[in-house]
């Protein structure tokens, strides 16, 4: 090498590999954690716990932000549904929105600061104190400690808290109707069912369960493999975070693009 | 049944840092590494319980081959190794009596009660009675340390691995500690590899004293044999003058 300056082949020859090499490492993760359900009696302990800071203490945030969309949606459809176009049909933007797009992301945005960055903090903090190596001459496979019951709290919990939120947005957004909009319930209520149909709330819980997915196993990935002391930790708290907030709009473009 | 490091090369990076090493712990002895802060002697500690794994050579505990077992078989050595973290590593989640417990969770047939019972015991040995509910962060660094070493030997295991098991206490507690050791080999017949900078508690626990240097054993012997030793690095270790070294390179 010649200087200090990388060539732009070396360079793009080092990215590569690095790319590479953190699938390789996130596929090893996989299967090891696949492997590691098998150990029910270690992780099955601890996934009660994990369901509730995960789930539970995510609901605030969730409703509250629910709350505000829902306000806005109903004066924004409102807005929009001008001169011939029927009232009603506020109630029914309110919910198809609701439901099907802004329910899931912007709550899985939510959760992705909220959870992602908890635990990759963590299990990265576990691993530059050398716990994680502890657990192991204590004859537990981490993975089956700290990996898989925080996944599996997030597939089940994230559609509970985004199913939730969903719905308090849509009664925030007919509270709002009635009290701003002069519409009445019957009205608000007859649009709402309008457009509705069952699939839109599978459509939901499918998207919820992949961003739980994400989530916590780009947060356990990023904590597992932090290194150095506190400064490693908050880099894996922030690539968790900025990761899974990409790969949750990239999968909500690919739902979208199967399903609907 | 023993401890057999054979030709064992590992390197981080450019950082070549075990290079050829061979050492043998025999059944039932007590043996002490000492060396240069950055030698490699928690790297190697990291080796007998396959938290690393060798570049190349062989590392074979309880005439297991440790690089070649799965998860499975990696556990149940592990079940009979016990090793003293040197920071603790702690699980800062829980308090000293789970910390403890841990091991003991792993046991096949042991009620809660008798684990209870076993971790007090555990924490009477190390003179930490009382402290069951106390969080590691409320601990001082000697008690940590210390609730580190009831967490090891709460399982009884077969092998013991101490990384500097007594840096930081007070003298009357690195007298504890030191006896602790040795009752471990006594009563229990446990194999023992203990990291230490304080060469008076090695001659006292010790039955043979090996020293690491450039990645590998540079000198190794009985208590008497490393007292007697003449060689320059050794002696420049031992008596802490950097002048002798520096006049053996
Ligand atoms: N996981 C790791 N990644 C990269 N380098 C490492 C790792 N573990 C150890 N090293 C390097 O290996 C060398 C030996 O480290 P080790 O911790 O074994 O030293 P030591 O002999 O125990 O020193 P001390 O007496 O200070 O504890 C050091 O240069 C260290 O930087
Ligand atoms: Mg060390």
């Known amino acids: 090498m010649n200087g200090f300056v990388l060539t732009p082949v070396e360079y793009v020859g080092r990215w590569s590999i690095n790319r590479v090499r953190s699938l390789g490492k996130a596929g090893y993760l996989t299967t ?7 150990n029910v009696e270690i992780w099955g302990p601890r996934l009660l716990t994990q369901m509730v800071s995960v789930g539970v203490a995510s609901v605030p945030i969730a409703v509250f932000i629910a ?18 176009v029927p009232m009603y049909l506020v109630g029914s933007m309110v919910g198809k929105s609701m439901i099907t797009e802004l329910g899931p992301v912007l709550t899985g945005l939510a959760l992705a600061g909220r959870v992602g960055a908890s635990t990759a903090a963590e299990v990265g903090t576990m691993r530059v104190t050398e716990q994680i190596d502890a657990l192991e001459t204590l004859a537990y ?38 009290t701003l909009l002069d519409m009445s319930s ?13 699939f839109d709330v599978q459509f939901a819980v499918i998207k919820s369960l992949s961003f739980g997915l994400i989530v916590t196993s780009v947060g356990c990935f990023y904590g597992f493999h932090a290194k150095g002391g506190a400064g490693g930790v908050g880099v894996a708290a922030t690539r968790a975070v900025v990761v899974s907030s990409v790969l949750i709009l990239v999968l909500d473009a690919f739902w979208a693009v199967v399903l609907l | 049944m023993s401890i057999l490091l054979k030709d064992v090369h590992r390197a981080f990076g450019q950082n070549h840092v075990l290079r050829g090493l061979d050492l043998e712990v025999l059944d039932g002895e007590t043996l002490s590494i000492i060396g240069f802060s950055g030698a490699g002697k928690s ?13 190349s050579g ?45 091991g003991l969770r792993r046991m096949p ?61 007070d003298p009357v507690t690195v007298t504890v500690i030191d006896r602790l050791i040795v009752r471990m ?41 490393i007292k007697e030793s003449r060689d320059p690095l050794l002696r420049s270790f031992l008596e802490g003058r950097p002048e002798l070294a520096e006049r053996a390179s």
């Not at chain 1, 898989?148 to 925030?172: D, K």
């Not at chain 2, 690089?67 to 699980?91: C, K, M, P, T």
């Not at chain 2, 229990?188 to 008076?200: C, F, K, M, N």
């Open chain 1, 186 to 198: 019957a009205e608000f209520v007859r649009g709402l069912r309008l457009f509705f149909v069952p």
């Open chain 1, 32 to 38: 090891g954690a696949l492997r590691a359900l098998r």
């Open chain 2, 185 to 225: 080999k006594e009563e229990l017949g446990v194999t023992g590899v203990v990291i230490t900078h304080d060469i008076a508690s090695a001659y006292r626990i010790s039955d043979r004293i090996v020293m690491l240097h450039e990645g590998r054993i540079r000198t190794s012997g009985t208590v008497d044999v």
């Open chain 1, 141 to 178: 496979d981490p993975l089956a400690y700290l990996v898989v019951p925080r996944v599996l709290a997030g597939v089940l919990m994230f559609p509970v808290v985004i199913v939730l939120a969903s719905a308090v947005g849509v009664l925030t957004g007919w509270a709002a109707s009635l």
């Open chain 2, 109 to 169: 047939d042991m009620y809660d009660d008798e684990i209870m019972a076993r971790v007090s015991e555990c924490l009477a040995l190390v003179d930490l009675e009382g402290t069951e509910d106390r969080y590691p962060s409320e601990l001082s660094g000697g008690m940590v340390k210390r609730a580190g070493l009831a967490r090891a030997i709460a399982t009884k295991p077969k092998y013991l691995l101490y990384d500097e098991p007594t840096t930081g206490l």
């Open chain 2, 58 to 102: 062989d590392v074979i505990v309880d005439g297991r081959n440790v690089s070649e077992l799965d998860v499975g078989e990696l556990n149940e050595l592990r079940r009979d190794i016990g090793y003293v973290f040197q920071f603790a590593a702690l699980f800062d989640s829980m308090n000293i009596a789970e910390n403890v417990a841990m």
């Open chain 2, 43 to 55: 790297v190697i500690l990291k080796h007998m319980v396959g938290l690393l794994r060798p570049d």
């Open chain 1, 67 to 84: 709350v505000f969309t829902g306000i806005v949606l109903a004066l924004q459809a409102s807005y929009t549904l001008t001169g011939a």
